[in-house]
């Protein structure tokens, strides 16, 4: 055996160098992208209005989010994130379904974002007067040049992540800046705004939409296992996540509402570059392009992370063959499940329609929300507050848990208006995957060693 | 041949270039360490002394 790197005790782990301002990197990076295409469908659905209501409810939504999975993820600091979470906490069934939930949402959201990479690259073409230019070949780029980064580190990957989203994001403000919004020079709301042209029921419906707003900030949990100080960095780096992000959504609206009559801004594909194209300045065009660029870039890189992390983790448990665990001595990473989700990403990105794709990650991601509201009471209920340290501790419980599962319930109506028949598919799909793991996997768990965390018996047991 | 379809045929170049290298080397680790190494990792490891060769830090205890 030729061992070309010395390894302490003859045993690996991923390897603890990340910070919080990697940790604010992975999350907003993840959902950036939803502000630059994507939550404008929420105007096509009730009106410019009704996505501004979309925006603070699913704002909300996620903040909720935020806090529970500040305080969970604190204390159950492990790669797998919620999935961890719910073994220690649900049981196996649950933290399998989670585990599922979690690697779906991420690499569909994956596989779309390299089709509208895929797609930019594709319209740049055809604008410079090419003719019979292909997407495939920049999908698949993508895809891989981001697994590779992932395969090749954690560190380099997540600080490539924190340059690209901050350039990002500050290409929002600029935008913002330079359409002066405390004026009506430039933006047009009293002329542009036209109340809810399809009443309340557009609004709820907008719902679904408003999502894309936040989509994703939970995957800062699965940083858990390679942060330096997890009690520390993990909160902070979530909740000035979510608070960037709120900032972001809402200057995303007022500008492109401000700038675009809904009729249009509904269907728009790239909402940001079109503000931008409005305002006439070369340097705000090409500044909202490489925005565009680099959010979908972090997302998909984000979402290789979060994705190769959880299925790891399930891996590492026995609850998937166990050769998905392994950790590469050198660069310290997940290798086999990054690779191995490669052709995955790849083949729904290929094959499957952006909007399926995009549905499938929206419902797995709505249904780990909807698992943390039951999770984060349990937590409480059976470690209350003082039987064990938590890095941060959410106020108002259990009113976070019960405003989240409730307006989960909002977005599961506003999902079945839209596409109710994949919300029911994928209900089967679930019940498919958990009947195999209760009837066939779950012999191969080792029940004991999965229990990692120093904790007191729990109350009542 | 335009250039965008030279770029298309960079762009394969270089995802089969990087998918190989990925295989490649997965293969040689899969054949350079024992399965007791590779998956020897254990959830919330956090005992610093595992943590080898920081690449940017040099350490942080």
């Not at chain 1, 910070?19 to 404008?40: C, F, K, R, T």
């Amino acid at each position: 055996m030729t061992q070309t790197t010395a390894v302490h005790g003859e045993k690996v782990s991923l390897l603890r160098v990340l910070g919080p301002g990697h940790v604010w990197a992975l999350g907003v990076g993840i959902v950036l992208v939803g502000e630059y295409m994507g939550w404008n469908f929420a105007v096509g659905k009730g009106g410019a209005l009704a996505a501004l209501i979309a925006c603070w409810v699913a704002g909300l939504l996620y903040t909720c989010v935020a806090m529970i999975d500040s305080e969970v993820t604190s204390t159950v600091a492990a790669a797998g994130g919620q999935y961890a979470q719910a073994k220690h906490i649900v049981g196996p069934l649950a933290a399998f379904n989670v585990g599922l939930f979690l690697v779906f949402a991420y690499t569909m959201l994956e596989a779309a974002n390299a089709i509208t990479l895929g797609y930019l690259v594709q319209t740049v073409g055809t604008m410079a007067g090419f003719e019979g230019v292909h997407d495939k070949p920049f999908i698949v780029l993508t895809i891989v040049f981001l697994a590779w980064l992932n395969y090749r580190g954690v560190y380099a990957t997540l600080t490539f992540n924190l340059v690209i989203t901050a350039i990002a994001f500050i290409a929002i403000v600029i935008l913002f800046a330079a359409v002066r919004p405390w004026g009506n020079e430039v933006l047009k709301l009293d002329g542009l705004l036209n109340g809810l042209p399809y009443g309340w029921l557009g609004v709820v419906a907008s719902i679904h939409f408003g999502l894309w707003y936040y989509l994703g900030i939970e995957g800062t949990c699965q940083a858990a296992e390679e942060v330096r100080s997890p009690p520390r960095s993990l909160p902070l780096g979530t909740m000035t996540g979510i608070i960037t992000l709120l900032i972001a959504a809402t200057m995303t609206w007022y500008i492109c509402s401000g700038l675009m009559p809904w009729e249009y801004l509904g269907q728009a594909i790239t909402p940001l570059f079109d503000a931008a194209r409005l305002t006439d300045s070369t340097f705000l065009m090409v500044l909202l392009f490489v925005g565009t660029m680099f959010s979908t870039l972090a997302s998909a890189n984000g979402c290789i992370n979060d994705a190769s992390r959880a299925w790891f983790s399930m891996g590492r448990d026995h609850y998937l063959p166990v050769w998905f665990g392994a950790v590469h001595p050198k660069t310290r990473t997940p290798y086999r499940s990054i690779v191995f989700l490669v052709p995955v990403a790849v083949v729904f990105a290929y094959f499957a329609p952006l909007d399926q794709v995009i549905t499938f990650s929206i419902l797995s991601g709505l249904l780990g929300y909807t698992y943390m509201s039951f999770n984060v009471i349990m937590f409480r209920t059976k470690w209350p507050l003082g039987t064990i340290k938590r890095g941060y501790e959410h106020p108002f419980h259990p009113l976070p848990a019960i405003v989240l599962l409730a307006l989960c319930a909002v977005t599961y109506f506003a999902v079945f208006l839209g596409y109710g028949t994949q919300l029911v598919a994928m209900m089967v799909f679930y019940i498919i995957a958990s009947l195999w793991f209760a009837f066939h996997r779950y012999k191969f768990v080792r029940r004991g060693d999965q229990f990692t965390m120093a904790w007191p018996r729990p109350q009542g047991y | 041949m335009n250039n965008f379809e030279i770029l298309e045929y960079i762009a394969w170049a270089i995802s089969f270039l990087l998918g190989l290298w990925m295989v490649v080397d997965l293969i040689r680790t899969n054949r350079a360490y024992s399965e007791e190494v590779l998956l020897s990792s254990r959830e919330g490891d956090i005992d610093d002394a595992l943590v080898i060769d920081p690449t940017h830090q040099g350490g942080h205890r």
